[in-house]
């Protein structure tokens, strides 16, 4: 089947570690983005990619990186210099073209121990 | 700035009642709007996509309208079931900018119950 898997479903973090969390996408679609979803918000835009080896920042990039170095795989890396990461994490893709819509995984919990 | 809202926040109906969602947003230059739902702890499945040129969208027991001019989205569930209930959410994707972004809002909470 067609989708869209990230990995791992729950993720703890210690002080100071980076962790990464990972997307993958098998719909052979160009665009990528990592969204934050916090209680009683909406998701937030953190980063995007419309290519290969082509990234964007998002409306909270601050304290993560990421990188495309293949078509189906989108990482996220969350490092120590994010103070606040305890959030739902959502991959997405699409074919890349506006007027198509985006596609979700099933997301990441990442918590502080 | 693009702001998305959704009104109520919470929704409870009894099983079998048709019901109505609504989403505004500031600012009219959308390119289109999507409708997602959300089951806890899950991510978001696509609903309905809405191009800025047309006026509503059907799906099954989903009518998704759009009136851009007014920045408002409405989303109709006709005889809404227990499965129904989950997060639904809607985003909208502006013309300028680059690349496929979507600005969400927060969501209205639907129980459906029996």
């Known amino acids: 089947d067609g989708g869209i898997t990230q990995s791992p479903k729950y993720l703890f973090r210690k002080e100071g570690q980076n962790v990464t969390l990972s997307c993958e996408q098998n719909?052979?679609?160009?665009?990528m983005y990592w969204y934050r979803q916090d209680p009683g918000q909406g998701l937030r835009l953190i980063y995007y990619s419309q290519i290969v080896n082509d990234f964007q920042k998002g409306d909270i990039a601050e304290g993560y990186s990421v990188s495309r170095e293949k078509k189906e795989s989108f990482p996220l890396t969350v490092t120590s210099a994010q103070k606040n990461p305890t959030a739902f994490y959502l991959c997405a893709s699409s074919i890349g073209h506006s007027n198509q819509p985006q596609h979700f995984g099933d997301g990441t919990r990442l918590s502080i121990l | 700035k693009q702001e998305v809202t959704q009104i109520p926040a919470a929704l409870s109906v009894p099983e079998g009642e048709n019901l109505v969602l609504n989403c505004s947003f500031t600012d009219s230059a959308i390119y289109n709007l999507q409708w997602f739902r959300q089951d806890p702890g899950k991510g978001l499945t696509s609903l309905l996509l809405i191009q800025s040129s047309q006026r509503e969208q059907t799906s099954g027991r989903l009518n998704a309208s759009l009136d851009k001019s007014s920045g408002r989205s409405t989303l109709y569930i006709a005889a809404s079931q227990p499965g129904d209930s989950a997060t639904y959410l809607c985003a909208v994707r502006l013309l300028t900018g680059g690349g496929n972004k979507l600005t969400f809002g927060t969501g209205t909470q639907l129980k459906v119950e029996l």
């Open positions: 719909l052979n679609h160009d665009a």
